[in-house]
């Protein structure tokens, strides 16, 4: 079903002493249930479209397909034409992925929880990556990167989105998404890559409009991307899981620009 | 204890085709986990810093007190020195809170989840707003918000955080606080207003560098704000809420102009 992901409404512009009716156009944001196997696994606000993308990629990149294969993905449409059915997705495994426990259990008083928490869980799950591909020069990064992400129409209509891309080396753009959330748009890209059978995704790099976070860094390691550019900047724990990764992590990405966080040293 | 919030690390520059070696500094991002009466309600991704007023601010505006005072807040450290302690947060109501039960039950086949959902459970939960105080007129709403943003040292260093600031119709800023999270930094403002038994928020505006989604709308109605102003755009669902609450909502507000979503018309 194709859902609208924009909505015009009319607002009071106040610009320059003067007041003007206007219309304008907003993203749509609604929540959506993911379940696995049964079971639901998270409510998120997205921006409808690609849900099964979304997905399918969401239990990829959280770690809850344990390896195994996505057999079916579909909505919870049962007959109802009700909208609000089109807002629960469900991924299949044929029972094959653990049963998902809460990300915490409860916390007792002998409980320790940091961000070194959080890197030695992502190391136990997840292999290192291999190095980026050495056509990914500083230079050809951020070229690729600018390239990559111009142009994004929902964007350039709400102002209110991230797009996340996953591009070749050679520049050419393999998947590309928007979405009213940053992980979304991440999650969307790693589910397309998944349902077509091309994942890890080695030879790619990804390409986000936001900052980088510790969990943006944590699914594209989960997809096996090598090299991660993002336009803004990253955080102090998103640099360290880069390291510990061996992923190539750039942040500030901008016209011939940018900084690169990981690997902490390049050779000369 | 005083934490860190900006961590510092050296990182290849790439600009102008010239490679530079230089210290960059990153905001700190550490996993929290909030407890509720012994019972784990969250686990968020933040900067560290103010931790109480984002607990108690998180069960408040997420309806978790259902209206019981807060009796305590406090770390879980129990002796040990170990920082992992100052990650977990317990709120404490003497267990007059009705216990946390999942944000959303199970979803069976004849689910229904959609944005009016949303907005119906709000409704229900959450009392409209006064009007905003007359004197908010869009000049000086525009006016305040640029000046209650101004100077945020953590986003000045990193560029890498979000603002909150609550503010009077006079102009003066009663709290502001940055955080990795935008939800945080609005749940800090609020439990900061909460423990010091300043809410409902009924004669202050809210004003938020990033973009309103509904969880912002919702949790700034949750505080009782009437008046919220965001420096990027609001999403379809959150100016829907913001028309249901009779919250004054403005978007895009920068140097001398905004775009006023709600409410839906101003009287001539």
């Not at 379940?35 to 099964?52: E, K, N």
């Not at 990149?61 to 629960?88: D, H, I, P, Q």
């Not at 495994?93 to 990300?103: D, F, K, L």
């Not at 951020?142 to 080396?169: M, S």
């Amino acid at each position: 079903m194709a859902r609208s992901r924009t909505e015009t409404v009319l607002v009071t512009r106040w610009s320059g002493g003067e007041r003007t009716r206007t219309p304008d156009e907003l993203i749509v944001e609604e929540p959506m249930a993911i379940q696995l196997d049964g079971h639901l696994v998270a409510t998120t606000m997205r921006t409808p479209g690609h849900d099964y993308e979304l997905a399918a990629g969401f239990c990829l990149t959280e770690g809850l397909l344990a390896g195994e294969k996505v057999e079916s993905v579909r909505y919870c449409a049962t007959g109802s034409a009700m909208e609000s059915a089109f807002n629960v997705v469900t991924v299949e495994t044929g029972g094959r992925a653990p049963v998902p426990t809460a990300r915490l259990t409860p916390i007792t008083s002998s409980c320790g929880l940091c961000g070194s928490t959080e890197l030695d869980t992502l190391m136990e799950r997840l292999p290192p990556l291999p190095a980026a591909p050495p056509e990914l020069t500083l230079a050809r990064l951020a070229e690729l990167a600018e390239t990559a992400l111009a142009g994004q129409p929902l964007f350039d209509v709400t102002g209110a989105v991230h797009a996340a891309v996953a591009f070749t080396t050679d520049g050419e753009v393999v998947v590309s998404r928007e979405d009213v959330g940053r992980h979304n748009a991440v999650d969307k890209v790693v589910g397309r890559l998944l349902l077509d059978g091309r994942l890890p995704a080695h030879d790619l790099a990804l390409a986000v409009t936001s900052r980088a976070s510790f969990e943006i860094v944590q699914k594209a390691w989960s997809a096996g991307f090598p090299a991660v550019v993002a336009v803004s900047a990253p955080t102090a724990l998103a640099v360290a899981a880069a390291r510990r990764a061996g992923m190539t992590l750039a942040g500030f990405a901008r016209a011939g620009r940018l900084n690169l966080y990981a690997p902490e040293r390049l050779d000369p």
